[in-house]
């Protein structure tokens, strides 16, 4: 962690005290998050929980009762009172300026709204965090300012619903450096594209005033790179998750966007054996992932939540046949992607250091998708790649 002059360390048994960020919004992810509290326990001791898991502080206390304290999702003051109460604050005239920072010192989460509007039967994030709540479009672009000053070298802009920005305002018109700007998805990222950072969009929903982004990223704004949750492909399924049912819309919407910008990275997530899924349905899905030729792609085994709407759906899925959807699914993409990765061998890449040997182009977001390695590089900079092969999911290259 690098907040308020504390160090961030990647190695538990370096560090003076642990914070673990939780989710809790699928079993799956309630079993990981539990699993990296108790290791960071076992290698550390001195553990601080905090995210979405952080609301079911009894579940936390039954499987780890040593933890040092528990918060809720963005609760910012809370973790910070908590480790105060554990660690003495260092002092730093500069860290001390800029919010908490729980990332590398290079790359960092700008979280623009919390909430959500929609309804999602999967999905319990509503009843968790309640409707959006766009932040301040001038409060959002001074802590992405501050970020830059500090190091920051690429910004994640983040939310629930990041396309929604500025809806529950309607659009309201704020100030940043004494200039009006509409809260605004479009108008945002126009002004973080002056930083001189990169820029990466999450959580998208493809709003038909997503298109207007894309012109930036062919500029060279923001980065070419767009992740979009579209969850399935079969237009009954997509009913029953209270979802956008058009896929033949959404892949000429990507034809255009690749037209606009070719270089554009189309990153998404997708849910199988959801409750009454068929083999037409999954059949479906495939016959999708096969026609948009998605960059990266991740893959969920429907889990019930407890308080989502999808538990009370009839026809549920047996998890051997959720997990051979699941397997299919991924060696389907594994070729699309290991297929897409071919194509840049011999080009050279612009690629951020994360550790020596290991970088990431514009087409990958820390954590979720592939890396770039190689031999050497400095943690922060910008080197360039010459791509000599590539894997199903990373690309190995020469500094030069």
């Known amino acids: 962690m690098r907040a308020e002059g504390y160090e961030t360390s990647k190695q538990y048994a370096h560090a003076d005290l642990v914070i673990v960020n939780t989710c809790g919004f699928i079993d799956a992810a309630v079993e990981e998050s ?23 502080n009894d579940l936390i206390r039954a499987k780890h009762p040593a933890v040092l304290a528990i918060t809720g999702p963005h609760d910012t003051p809370a973790v910070m009172s908590a480790v105060h109460a554990h660690l003495p604050k260092p002092h730093d005239p500069y860290t001390d300026l800029i919010g908490v920072k729980l990332t590398p010192p290079h790359y960092a989460y700008l979280k623009i709204a919390e909430g959500c509007n929609h309804r999602c039967s999967f999905c319990i994030i509503p009843s968790m965090r309640g409707d959006l709540v766009s932040r301040p ?31 529950d305002v309607k659009y309201r018109t704020g100030f940043w450096q004494g200039r009006p700007l509409k809260t605004r998805m479009t108008q945002l990222c126009e002004s973080l594209g002056q930083l001189g950072a990169w820029v990466r969009l999450h959580y998208v929903y493809p709003y038909p005033h997503v298109d207007e982004v894309i012109p930036m990223m062919a500029e060279g704004k923001i980065l070419p790179y767009l992740d979009v949750p579209f969850q399935h492909a079969s237009p ?63 893959c969920f085994e429907y889990s019930p939540v407890e308080g989502a709407a999808a538990n009370a759906l009839p026809d ?34 612009k690629v951020l250091v994360d550790e020596p040997g290991v970088g990431r182009s514009s087409a990958d977001a820390p954590e979720i998708d592939g890396v770039v390695r190689f031999k050497g590089g400095k943690a922060g900079e910008f080197r360039d790649v010459t791509v000599d092969r590539a894997g199903e999911h990373d690309l190995y290259g020469r500094l030069q």
Not at 241 to 254: D, G
Not at 260 to 265: Q, W, Y
């Open 34 to 56: 539990l699993g990296a509290i108790g290791e960071a326990l076992a290698e550390n001791g001195k553990v601080i929980v905090t995210g979405c898991l952080g609301v079911k």
């Open 236 to 298: 009954r399924i997509l009913k029953l998750m209270k979802r956008p049912a058009n896929a033949e819309k959404v892949l000429e919407r990507i034809r255009d966007w690749r037209a606009a910008c070719p270089d554009i990275t189309i990153r998404s997530t997708f849910i199988v054996g959801f409750p009454g899924e068929t083999e037409e349905d999954f059949a479906q899905l495939l016959s999708f992932l096969k026609e948009a030729q998605l960059d990266r792609v991740g």
């Open 316 to 349: 549920p899925l047996p998890h051997e046949v959720k997990r051979h959807r699941k397997e299919q699914f991924m060696k389907t993409q594994e070729a699309i992607s290991a297929n897409k990765l071919k194509r840049k061998v011999g080009r050279t890449i």
């Open 137 to 167: 479009i001038g409060e959002v672009l001074q802590e992405a300012e501050n970020l830059v000053k500090a190091g920051v070298k690429e910004l994640l802009v983040i939310s629930q619903d990041t396309s929604a920005y500025g809806v």
